[in-house]
């Protein structure tokens, strides 16, 4: 099994915004973002299903979208309004080969 592979993060200012992508290494089905700030544990962001249903957490809805591109074995999550406290690693899950990606680091701040 071969993890998955995110990209996009950085340092964005506090109201900005980022995309973040994950590749997997074969078809996708149920793929989630999650995220872990220093001192806490991994908290899941977002999920979504292989027929497109969608969960987030109550603290990133209407902020944040995870969409996904079955031909690119592709999810994304979309980052708007970005606050201080989404400041964090975000891992991506790849259920179907139950992988984590290695992170990738999001900061906001002014």
């Known amino acids: 099994q071969v993890q998955p592979v995110e990209s996009g993060g950085g340092l964005v200012q506090p109201g900005g915004s980022l995309r973040l992508s994950c590749a997997a290494s074969?078809?996708?089905?149920?793929m989630g973002w999650y995220r872990q700030a220093p001192g806490k544990e991994r908290e899941m962001v977002a999920t979504?299903?292989?027929?497109?249903?969608?969960d987030y957490a109550d603290s990133v809805k209407g902020r944040f979208t995870i969409s996904r591109d079955n031909a690119r074995n592709t999810v994304y999550l979309q980052m708007n309004s970005l606050k201080p406290e989404d400041t964090a690693i975000y891992y991506c899950?790849?259920?179907?080969?139950?992988?984590w990606g290695q992170g990738t680091q999001v900061t906001v701040s002014s």
């Open positions: 899950y790849d259920g179907i080969r139950v992988q």
């Open positions: 979504i299903t292989v027929g497109g249903g969608t």
């Open positions: 074969g078809s996708i089905y149920f």
